[in-house]
RNA sequence: GGCGCUAUCGUCUAGGGGUUAGGACGGAAGAUUCUCAAUCUUCAAACCCGGGUUCGAUUCCCGGUAGCGCUACCA
């Protein structure tokens, strides 16, 4: 009793998220498909967690159902607020609404009654065995365990005398393993498993604290949400099993199961914090600079395909496309690259190459309005207007959002950072071209208008005049400006910068050669 | 260990009894441009192994192997 008290008030008061509509009420069902998305609140959202969400999102949305999240909340152990928080917080930023919100801790009183309905029916029994001690069994030998000798056999007398005198227990399933029994389910994905009761442990329905466990409390709540398609990872494809077993025993069809095949790293291993770092977490995406639209249409080619070879596709186009025919059943890499040079180079290549699509498809203006806030946030001063202008000069030559800080790096900051003077020198010239290109450029800047037209027939004709080529001509402008050889077209680039600034920057290159 | 699932270029995938096994990313080469990027063209790159069925298997069946998952009073 005591113990029972110390796990209720360890127990994490958990908020629902402030950006849920009110949640209707049952009364109302809608006529299409219901579909949840149940994670346990035990840390960051992962991308594995954000594939299931989002196919779980194609899904009802495409068939004009329901999409309900439900914190799967049974641990009291591993569960934390601050997990909630920032499982919102990568759904946010996913931008994917749902319809209905539960969290299973509020619904511990269903479960239970669904538990001892079961074991009124004689399908389960109080198991009065000491639970395990988890580590010893993990490290050691494995056998196959099933149930724990005798627990099965006590008398309904016997086990209501003891559970009367205080004695604690869990409750188990009574799995039919006699005469050679099977358990088959349909699935979407991996058509219909089968397997021999006699391979299924007694797994548990209740814990000695009286809490439910994760199957339990998962098909009660499918059960009583009208939850139609149950679309998740395949790690409980093994698990459905059970869950069919519940299902029945409570008296509840089973709903229609689709297995996602699973996101392994580039060594094959389950993505883990753990193991693999932040590359796992869908906020990584997120601050990297990722378009959420072009991290959900790479997360779509993981495991699902259009067959028809489309691959840059909008939220919009993957909705009119998904079904759940699409979805393979091996499991697929993501490829990221764990000690990276670049931040670009950390992701799977197809997610940059993705992101740069979206990026390139975005019109000026609203990719503008999400460079903004990155380029002040690095502390830059910049309007929004100037903004609008330098963003087509980076549009194609960026591959995430944050990378406008380098693409754009000259124009954000007054003062060039140092550049060695031999980068001013042209292709097959020397420091004396370059100091006669840069002296004439200065004249001619003086005196014309900062647009692109004139800017070009100005600069072509001074080459012409001087007897240098365009590209000899313009290659010491550029460093001059920008402090490098690789930059946005010049002409384009000089009228956003300005008179003002390209002639102090061609004065100062011109200080530096002498 | 037991049980379940899976197996096509480096990666994501299409395909399916007879195909030059298709596409994409990445890689290489070239074209284009004032550099870079973008764009375009070209190239290299795959059916895990062994049996069977069949006139013919990469495709169907069986076995092996490998990988993954489950095997908790975690989810």
């Not at 998220?17 to 609140?41: C, D, K, Y």
């Not at 494995?142 to 604690?168: C, H, I, K, M, Y």
């Not at 998904?322 to 290549?349: C, H, Q, W, Y």
């Amino acid at each position: 009793m005591l113990a029972r008290l110390t796990m209720r008030a360890r127990h994490h008061t958990i908020e629902l998220s402030p950006f849920m509509p009110e949640s209707q009420p049952l009364t109302s069902l809608g006529p299409g498909p219901r579909v949840r998305f149940a994670p346990s609140p035990t840390g960051f959202l992962h991308v594995g967690s954000a594939r299931t969400f989002i196919f779980n999102w194609l899904y009802a949305r495409h068939n004009g159902g329901t999409m309900i999240l439900r914190l799967d909340d049974t641990d009291v152990e591993r569960n934390s607020q601050s997990s909630v928080d920032s499982i919102f917080k990568g759904l946010k930023w996913l931008n994917l609404s749902w319809d209905e919100e539960y969290k299973q801790s509020e619904r511990i009183e269903l479960h239970r009654k669904t538990a001892w309905a079961i074991f009124e029916k004689g399908l389960a029994y109080r198991d009065f065995t000491p639970a395990h001690t988890g580590d010893a069994e993990k490290s050691g030998a494995q056998g196959t365990w099933l149930f724990n000798p005798g627990a099965r056999e006590v008398s309904r007398e016997e086990s209501d005398r003891r559970a009367a005198a205080g004695e604690p227990f869990a409750l188990r399933f009574r799995v039919p393993r006699e005469s050679g029994q099977l358990v088959r389910f349909n699935d979407a994905v991996y058509g219909e498993p089968v397997k021999a009761g006699a391979d299924i442990e007694d797994f548990a329905l209740l814990r000695s604290d009286g809490m439910p466990t994760y199957h339990l409390a998962s098909c009660a709540d499918d059960a009583d949400l009208r939850i139609s398609h149950i679309i998740r990872g395949q790690d409980h494809l093994t698990n459905t099993f059970k869950h069919v077993l519940i299902f029945e025993a409570a008296g509840f069809a089973p709903p229609q199961f689709a297995h996602l095949p699973l996101l392994v790293a580039p060594d094959g291993t389950k993505l883990s914090k753990r193991r693999h770092g932040s590359v796992v977490s869908v906020t990584t995406y997120r601050d990297a600079g990722f378009l959420s639209a072009a991290f959900i249409n790479f997360l779509c080619l993981l495991g699902w395909s259009p067959k028809n070879d489309r691959e840059n596709m909008s939220l919009e186009e993957l909705k009119e496309v998904f079904s759940l025919e699409g979805i393979n059943r091996s499991n697929a890499v993501v490829n990221f690259k764990e000690p990276a040079a670049t931040p670009e180079e950390a992701f799977d290549p197809k997610a940059v190459w993705l992101n740069a699509e979206h990026i390139r498809g975005l019109p000026v203006e609203d990719l503008s309005t999400r460079l903004l806030p990155i380029v002040r946030g690095a502390g830059f001063n910049v309007t929004p207007e100037k903004m609008l202008r330098i963003t087509p000069l980076i549009r194609e030559r960026i591959k995430l959002l944050s990378e406008v800080l380098t693409a754009a790096d000259f124009i954000f900051v007054d003062q060039l950072p140092p550049y060695d003077p031999a980068e001013l020198i042209p292709q097959k010239g020397d420091m004396a071209m370059a100091a006669k290109v840069l002296a004439r450029a200065r004249e001619v800047l003086a005196g014309i208008e900062f647009k692109h037209d004139p800017l070009d027939q100005a600069l072509r004709a001074a080459a012409l005049e001087l007897g240098v080529k365009a590209g000899q001509m313009f290659q010491p402008i550029r460093v001059a400006v920008c402090g490098r050889k690789n930059a946005p077209p010049l002409f384009e680039t000089l009228e956003v910068i300005g008179r003002e600034i390209t002639l102090k920057r061609i004065e100062d290159a011109l200080q530096k050669i002498v």
